[in-house]
């Protein structure tokens, strides 16, 4: 059974950080692109980041461009997504998804394109 599992999420003041971590068993990822979106309440989900199976290329939202950082690890089968100047905004639950196949892009910032996806972590960041 396939499975991501993220951790690391909790409570933080504003300017905070928080690192987020997923991962995944069931299956290698190490040469699939992952991402990480963000569900607020009552909002739809949103694209938060996205990085190849190499890692050498990433993406992100405008929301959060400059202040995460996605990375991973293929020997762990785990990424990371390292949030710093966090914002009361950024308050939300945070999905990390994969995809089933390979490929070099890491451009992936829609739902459909991701296979599967954790459970999810909350992230609440105080004012």
């Known amino acids: 059974q396939v499975q991501l599992v993220e951790s690391g999420g909790g409570l933080v003041q504003a300017g905070g950080s928080l690192r987020l971590s997923c991962a995944g068993s069931g299956r290698t990822f190490s040469s699939n692109a992952m991402g990480w979106f963000r569900q607020a309440p009552g909002q739809e989900r949103e694209f938060v980041g996205s990085?190849?199976?190499?890692?050498?290329?990433?993406f992100y939202s405008d929301s959060v461009k400059g202040r995460f950082t996605i990375s991973r690890d293929n020997a762990k089968n785990t990424v990371y997504l390292q949030m710093d100047s966090l914002k009361p905004e950024d308050t939300a639950v945070y999905y990390c998804?994969?995809?089933?196949?390979?490929?070099?892009?890491?451009?992936?910032?829609?739902?459909?394109?991701?296979?599967?996806w954790g459970q999810g972590t909350q992230v609440t960041v105080s004012s």
């Open positions: 998804a994969a995809r089933a196949y390979s490929s070099s892009s890491s451009r992936y910032y829609r739902e459909g394109q991701y296979d599967y």
């Open positions: 990085i190849s199976w190499s890692g050498g290329s990433t």
